[in-house]
T-cell receptor
Framework: GAVVSQHPSWVICKSGTSVKIECRSLDFQATTMFWYRQFPKQSLMLMATSNEGSKATYEQGVEKDKFLINHASLTLSTLTVTSAHPEDSSFYIC?????????????FGPGTRLTVT | GNSVTQMEGPVTLSEEAFLTINCTYTATGYPSLFWYVQYPGEGLQLLLKATKADDKGSNKGFEATYRKETTSFHLEKGSVQVSDSAVYFCALNVNTGFQKLVFGTGTRLLVSP
């Protein structure tokens, strides 16, 4: 199957700093990528939907100025957590949608563990 | 709204035991239903799916039937293996055209030899 990578796999940052997480589709083009957040023992919560070349669509309650999403190419989307605080510590997961020739599938990255101290 | 409810885990079984993980949903319209599996240290992988009522999805010995009358999509396997130990997520697609998925909380399965 198709592969989606995330970098870094884990990151520790100090409160007030910003951190960028990359999501790449390695062997297919993804016009749509999704960003999720997962709290311990809880479900994945969709944060935003990102379409290549356009602004991301954020879910209700997600601060777009805090979680900046850029989908600059068909294989790369980035999530920047700005002015991070301890409550932003979480597991962030991206997914990428492959839509081609009648094939429609969503592939997930392995996730990025963010710890804000 | 749209939501998915899964049984809480962990589910602990011995190898070759029968597995059932319950999943029920609430949705507007007619969603597609999915089971995803997450092995330790890896991303979620699609295990199986069903797109309409009475459809049965199956893969790797796992199966689930889309039951509209009971709004359920229970995951079953006749004989689990140690390698099946993972977290299983039930999800639905609200069919907005972008495969926007709504997930359950996940159920951890632990299979012992």
């Amino acid at each position: 199957g198709a592969v989606v990578s995330q970098h870094p796999s884990w990151v520790i940052c100090k409160s007030g700093t910003s951190v960028k997480i990359e999501c790449r589709s390695l062997d297919f083009q993804a016009t749509t990528m999704f960003w999720y957040r997962q709290f311990p023992k809880q479900s994945l919560m969709l944060m935003a939907t990102s379409n290549e070349g356009s602004k991301a669509t954020y879910e209700q309650g997600v601060e777009k100025d805090k979680f900046l999403i850029n989908h600059a190419s068909l294989t790369l989307s980035t999530l920047t957590v700005t002015s991070a605080h301890p409550e932003d510590s979480s597991f962030y997961i991206c997914s990428a949608r492959e839509l081609a020739g009648g094939w429609d599938e969503q592939y997930f990255g392995p996730g990025t563990r963010l710890t804000v101290t | 709204g749209n939501s998915v409810t899964q049984m809480e885990g962990p589910v602990t079984l011995s190898e070759e035991a029968f597995l059932t993980i319950n999943c029920t949903y609430t949705a507007t319209g007619y969603p597609s239903l999915f089971w995803y599996v997450q092995y330790p240290g890896e991303g979620l992988q699609l295990l199986l799916k069903a797109t309409k009522a009475d459809d049965k999805g199956s893969n790797k010995g796992f199966e689930a039937t889309y039951r509209k009358e009971t709004t359920s999509f229970h995951l079953e396997k006749g004989s689990v293996q140690v390698s099946d130990s993972a977290v299983y997520f039930c999800a639905l697609n609200v069919n907005t055209g972008f495969q926007k998925l709504v997930f359950g909380t996940g159920t951890r399965l632990l299979v012992s030899p």
